[in-house]
């Protein structure tokens, strides 16, 4: 396997912001060039009709030498924005060129030189007019006004979270450790910093559940710093991740999770994380259709994730479809080779399989590697008797921190299933996440017999018949098809008197404003009444005028490129393009024919 299998159909109206790309002095200023391109997509994600590629997958195409059309294919988008970030002392320099995927040419390009302590300001600018280039050129959508908030005034608090937050994205304990150092730092310049406070959450989190540190003093922290958190503000997604933290995978509170994510989704409807979680919930409830459909969602926007991937191959698994599952968790290992639940996952899929060979190649070296024969052995083997010593050895297995429970599974599939029940009630009494699925699991399907094993634990929620249609949140305009009319001839006719279109930086903003109309309700209006994109709309007019003025012995002396300037168009490419699409003939073709 070279690549990803498949690529995604391009919808008219995405992006792609790839990495910005560190051009300052200093290499360790990384952490700053990937928190501007984060922020940026976290802003363009706020557009509801705007597809925008999450971070994960973005960011999978770092460093790597690929055409931007074939990283257009993969993901699926439209357009593709890339760029660099210079830090100096106190000054930062952005450079942005939004780039058409289907041919490679650049649409827009743009230099931002500013102070730093501006730094949330030109976020919001950069982002707001990579909005309006792509609606300008693919049609008509909403954008608000705002689309960056400052959440904090000290530059240094948030230069400090961007660093943790570029260490806890490395998901290594060293590395995890030293993001909590930075988030500590950044809310000593700033105590009501919130995205600060929710990072510490998610980094001792983490190092709790993975075995990073004691299990109750992380969680403890975490806890602490969730409370801080939440009352400095609940608006942001990671409130509900948070939350959704402890609820479901330490609490196993079924009902307050399904809550808080269809309250965090409602707000952040492409919000990856609580897809995701909304899929793991389903498949906690056997729910597998439901399911699929939430992580096919999160997928549209972040086809790139091996985490989702992964998710996809746990909900065949618990169905049995185990050679789909491991082609599935294949693929989430080709984008992540430092997956560990993903090795584990396919371990399982290979026992279940009864391929051996692969088995024992990739159980070669493994700590557990003994554990995981016995279980490949009483799967396709038959060994149902075990040794009494290491069947007392295993009565607290659950006080361990295994990832995948063996000793509980080799139990169950053996002689000794009173054992494991027992064993998996310490599991249950413990909410360990690890087992949250037991009761789907083929693993442990041979305790089902007892009739205990269905009362170890009841969810406290009913989610039959849930909703999880994607509603389109943007509502339509409420113009009346009279004022429509009125509003287009007020359109046509400044165009007619004023030929705004000769302007080669005319804008959609620019031409709102000439005539006093709100940009989205200019764009609607175009859409609705020409079904063109702006630049379509625009360029027609161009291209009378050019045809016009083509014909004028006045300007016989201007070559055809020099015709098309003067008739508004700035670039070569796009006016040759527009041109033989509009008339199905070259430039330089027509004007022979017309003399």
Not at 493 to 515: E, N, R, V, W
Request: hydrophobic content about 40%; some cysteine.
């Amino acid at each position: 396997m070279n690549r990803i299998r498949g690529a995604h159909k391009a919808a008219d109206k995405s992006i792609a912001v790839l990495p910005f790309i560190n051009i300052s002095n200093d290499e360790d200023n990384e952490y700053f060039s990937d928190g501007i391109t984060e922020e940026i997509i976290n802003a363009l994600t706020k557009i509801e009709a705007l597809k925008v590629i999450a971070r994960t997958s973005s960011f999978s195409f770092k460093g790597k030498n690929i055409d931007i059309r074939e990283i257009a294919r993969q993901l699926g988008v439209a357009a593709v924005l890339e760029g660099s970030v210079r830090k100096y002392k106190n000054r930062v320099r952005i450079t942005a060129q939004l780039i058409n995927a289907s041919d490679g040419t650049h649409f827009w390009s743009h230099n931002f030189d500013r102070e730093i302590d501006d730094i949330f300001a030109l976020q919001d600018e950069i982002s707001l007019l990579i909005a309006d280039k792509i609606r300008e050129n693919y049609g008509h959508f909403n954008i608000q006004d705002q689309l960056v908030s400052t959440e904090t005034k000290n530059i240094k608090a948030y230069e400090l979270y961007l660093k943790g937050h570029f260490f806890q994205l490395k998901w290594d304990p060293d590395s995890i450790k030293k993001a909590t150092e930075y988030y500590k730092q950044s809310i000593v310049h700033d105590a009501e910093f919130a995205r600060a406070y929710y990072g510490l959450v998610q980094a001792y989190g983490l190092m709790a559940a993975w075995g990073y540190m004691p299990s109750e003093e992380g969680f403890a922290k975490a806890i602490e710093y969730f409370m801080i958190a939440q009352d400095l503000n609940k608006s942001l997604p990671e409130y509900g991740q948070s939350f959704v933290g402890r609820t479901f995978w330490m609490e196993w509170d079924f009902k307050a999770t399904y809550k808080q994510l269809k309250e965090t989704l409602h707000l952040h409807p492409k919000y990856t994380d609580g897809l995701e979680a909304m899929a793991e919930l389903f498949i906690a409830h056997g729910k597998w259709s439901k399911a699929e459909e939430y992580i096919k969602r999160a997928m549209e926007v972040d086809p790139m994730s091996a985490n989702h991937y992964y998710t996809q191959a746990h909900i065949c698994y618990y169905q049995k479809f185990f050679k789909k599952a491991l082609q599935l968790v294949e693929q989430a290992l080709f984008i992540n080779p430092d997956f560990v639940l993903a090795y584990e996952l396919k371990t399982l899929c290979l026992i279940w399989l009864n391929q051996k060979d692969a088995f024992d190649m990739m159980v070669a070296g493994m700590e557990d590697a003994d554990l995981k024969r016995i279980f490949f052995d009483v799967i396709n083997n038959g060994k149902n008797s075990l040794n009494s010593t290491l069947v007392d050895e295993w009565k607290d297995a659950a006080i361990k921190s295994h990832m995948v429970p063996y000793e509980l599974f080799i139990m169950a599939n053996s002689n000794h299933k009173t054992e494991a029940l027992q064993l998996l009630r310490q599991y249950v009494d413990q909410k360990r996440g690890q087992i949250i699925n037991y009761r789907f699991d083929p693993s442990l399907e041979a305790l089902q017999v007892f009739g205990e094993f269905h009362q170890l634990h009841q969810s406290n929620l009913t989610i039959e018949g849930a909703d999880v249609s994607n509603a389109n949140l943007q509502a339509p305009l409420n113009s009346h098809h009279k004022d429509l009319d009125i509003q287009m001839q007020r359109l046509e006719d400044f165009i007619h008197t004023k030929k705004p279109y000769l302007d080669p930086q005319l804008s959609l903003t620019g031409l709102a404003d000439a005539i006093q109309i709100h940009p989205n309700k200019l764009s609607f209006l175009i859409n609705e009444r020409t079904q063109m994109n702006f630049n379509e709309f625009i360029n027609q007019y161009r291209l009378r005028y050019f045809k016009s003025i083509a014909k004028d012995n006045k300007y016989a002396h201007l070559t055809i490129i020099g015709l098309a300037y003067e008739s508004g168009f700035n670039s070569k490419s796009v006016f040759n393009a527009y041109f033989k699409k509009a008339t199905g003939i070259t430039p330089g073709n027509w004007l022979k024919e017309i003399k």
